[in-house]
Every structure is written in structure tokens, then in C-alpha cells.
């Protein structure tokens, strides 16, 4: 990389790694659920989609605050906002384990996950790092977005063995505890992104500065472009999450033991790792949709690999690890894509809009996958669903025009 893109990680080193932590926060109820399924769904007596449906209300129930959230860091910086999340997330998942049972109990405790996952929203960390970050912004992007993955990674197998050990409940409690002692720190210390508010005197406004420029959000929610980005979002959401959260019970339905799927399901998460920082170097040298095209076709292949073998044996691995770097490439792609195409005068807003379709997809992905099951006693349409849908998604990002120049890169 050129000289300013080792300016910029000279300047703000640390900045990644604390957005890191505050992408695994956020995911901390999405990818943190997988292990619960089976013994709350057994204590209580419900389905698998009853369960699953509390992350679909909160889900939902995010999707209405996005946009306004995205305003809100366009107009007021990230920090403030992820430092209150970063503790009120883990607060919010821990009361979980205070579930009587009842469904309205159980959807009201999930309607504060959601009112607390306002604060750790993706726009909150991404729009931190593309402040700070241009000519470096892909691997700055990638390296943010790996706390993600390593949540992927992590919460399966810290959840499966705090519940064998301590039982559900106050599984749930340890699980938001350790990981709020290591996040919040960090976060304290070194996330700190560009802020809106106007300058002190004498010095450059943050409105001034080049990369704080782009289209008006009325323009970008019509542009063609906009509407793909919203639809491989949707898609890729759907198939994923759906894959991520149901990857244990889909291969204890097949043989394995909780804690070998666990254990398989952990490779979603380390190749995820790869997936991003491959895909952030990636993005900065080449063409970004057809990068993105390509990454999300893996995952085809994982589904139709788990479809082939049943989701048993090394073909569950090699799925895992499909999957897992599709996972890596989502949010890099197309938080990369936004800001190439729109700037970021407006990136919090519009951003807010794509989360919405991520949002909507990662409702209905797990709760579709969860019916399935219940209706036809195995996940198998689901996967040829998932097919379809990343099929979809891929050709959506392909179709992308060339985004105008880096200004300043050759």
C-alpha cells in the first residue's frame, strides 16, 4: 500500500482493534443464541422457532431505530453512543436468564436487547473507522469487522461449555459478564472516530475534511445501486445468520455431539477471520463488487456441500469453512460498497437503511430455518432456499457499476 495508507494506520493503530470489540458486542445476542435453543426450548416446552422467536422481535424492533441512529452518528460521532451500548448489550442478554417462561416475559426481555442494540449498531463502528480511514479503508474495514467473526467463533463454543457447566441461565449471565470486562475498556480507551460537531476555533472542520463528503441521502435511497446493495443485503442476511445460529442443531441432528458441532460451528468464525482480512486487502486493489460477487458464491457452494453430505462428516467442515468466509466478506463488502458509491456527508443515514435490510433478513432467516425444522423434521429446503438466495445476492453485487475514483490514489 502506498505511503497515506500507512499514514493512516500510524495515526489511529489501535482504533480497529477497539471497533473490533464493539462488532462482537453487537452480534452479542445474534451469534451468543445458537447454544440456548435446545435447553430453553426443552425447559419450557416450545418449538425451536418459539425460541428463535425473541431475536426476530428484536431484529424487527431494531430496524425502526436504524436510520435514526445513523442520523444521530452523522450529527453527533460514534463514541458517545457505542460506550453506552458497549455495557447496556451485555446487560440486556444476561437478563435473559431471568425467563419465567412465559411468552410475554420472554418477548418483553428481547424487547430490551433490541432497545439496547441501538447503541453497538454496525453504522456506529464503521462510520468510526471510515472517518479515519481512505486509502486503507478496505483492511481498516476488515480488521474492524473480525471482532465479528471472532464472536462467531467464540460465543458457540464459551456458550455450549458455560451451559454444560453452569446451566443455562447463569451460562447467560457469565457469557455478557466476561466478555463486557474485556470490551468496554478498550473501547473506553481507543475508539474515537471523526466527530460532526464543528471544529475548535483555528482548527479544520470535520465537515471540511475531504472524506466527509457524498451523495444526499434522498439520492442515494433512489439510486438503482442503492436498491441492489439493499437486496444482496436482504438476502445474504437471511441465508447466513440462518446458517450461523441453526449450525448446532443442524449437526446434532445429524450424529454429532453439542460440543463437536460446537466445535465444527467454531470454524464458521476462524475462517470468517480470513474471509475479512482476504477480502479487505482485496477490496483495496481490485474491484469491489466483483470481490464481493465472489465471496458471497462460497457460501452457495457450503449449502449445496451440506445438502450433498447430509451435514455430517468432513463435509460439515468443509462447509463450515465455505460459509464462514462468505461470513467474513458481508459487512466489508457492503459498508466498502456504500461509502465508494455515496460518501460519507450521509453514510450514518443510508447505512441505516442497508442495516434495516440486514436487520429484516436476520429476523426471518432464523425464524424461517427454525419452521422448517418444526414443519419437515430437518433443515434440508431451508438449504436450497439459502441456494437460491445467495445465488440471488451474488449477481446483485456483479451487476454494480465501477464507484468513482479514491481521490488522491493512483
Not at 430453553?40 to 431505530?65: D, H, I
Not at 458457540?156 to 474485556?182: E, H, M, N
Not at 445467495?390 to 456483479?398: D, E, I, K, Q, R
Amino acid at each position: 500500500m502506498g505511503h497515506s495508507a500507512l499514514g493512516e494506520w500510524r495515526r489511529y493503530p489501535l482504533l480497529p482493534l477497539a471497533a473490533a470489540l464493539g462488532y462482537g458486542t453487537s452480534v452479542l445476542h445474534v451469534y451468543g443464541l445458537g447454544p440456548y435453543i435446545e435447553p430453553v426450548s426443552r425447559e419450557f416446552g416450545w418449538s425451536r422457532a418459539q425460541t428463535t422467536a425473541g431475536l426476530t422481535l428484536a431484529t424487527l424492533l431494531q430496524c425502526l431505530g436504524s436510520i435514526p441512529v445513523g442520523m444521530a452518528v452523522d450529527r453527533l460521532g460514534a463514541r458517545p453512543l457505542g460506550l453506552v451500548g458497549a455495557l447496556l448489550l451485555p446487560a440486556a442478554f444476561a437478563l435473559l436468564g431471568t425467563a419465567t417462561g412465559g411468552k410475554a416475559n420472554w418477548y418483553l426481555l428481547w424487547g430490551l436487547i433490541a432497545l439496547a442494540a441501538l447503541s453497538v449498531q454496525p453504522t456506529i463502528w464503521s462510520s468510526a473507522l471510515a472517518s479515519r480511514f481512505s486509502a486503507s479503508r478496505g483492511l481498516a474495514l476488515a480488521v474492524g469487522l473480525c471482532g465479528a467473526s471472532g464472536a462467531a467463533a467464540l460465543f458457540p463454543w464459551l456458550g455450549s461449555k458455560l451451559v454444560t457447566d453452569y446451566g443455562w441461565r447463569r451460562a447467560l449471565v457469565l457469557q455478557a459478564a466476561i466478555w463486557a470486562a474485556v470490551g468496554f475498556p478498550l473501547i473506553a480507551l481507543f475508539f474515537r472516530g471523526a466527530n460532526a460537531a464543528p471544529a475548535e476555533p483555528g482548527k479544520q472542520s470535520v465537515a471540511k475534511h475531504p472524506n466527509i463528503a457524498g451523495a444526499g441521502f434522498v439520492a442515494g435511497l433512489r439510486s438503482s445501486i442503492y436498491l441492489r446493495l439493499l437486496l444482496a443485503s436482504l438476502l445474504f442476511s437471511f441465508t447466513i445468520l440462518a446458517l450461523v445460529i441453526h449450525f448446532v442443531p443442524l449437526l446434532t441432528g445429524s450424529g454429532l455431539t453439542p460440543v463437536e458441532a460446537a466445535g465444527a460451528a467454531a470454524l464458521i468464525g476462524l475462517f470468517s477471520l480470513a474471509g475479512r482480512i482476504g477480502t479487505g486487502l482485496l477490496l483495496d486493489r481490485l474491484r469491489g463488487s466483483l470481490v464481493g460477487a465472489g465471496a458471497f458464491a462460497l457460501a452457495t457452494v457450503g449449502c449445496l456441500t451440506l445438502i450433498a453430505t447430509g451435514a455430517s462428516g468432513r463435509g460439515a467442515l468443509f462447509a463450515a469453512t465455505l460459509i464462514g468466509l462468505t461470513l467474513g466478506a458481508e459487512t466489508d463488502v457492503i459498508v466498502y460498497l456504500a461509502t465508494r458509491h455515496f460518501g460519507l456527508r450521509n453514510f450514518g443515514a443510508l447505512y441505516g437503511g442497508l442495516i434495516i435490510a440486514l436487520s429484516v433478513g436476520t429476523a426471518t432467516g432464523p425464524l424461517t430455518a427454525a419452521r422448517v425444522f418444526d414443519v419437515y423434521g430437518s433443515y434440508m429446503p431451508f438449504l436450497w432456499l439459502g441456494v437460491a438466495c445467495m445465488v440471488a445476492s451474488s449477481l446483485s453485487l456483479a451487476s454494480l457499476p465501477q464507484p468513482p475514483p479514491i481521490p488522491g490514489k493512483a
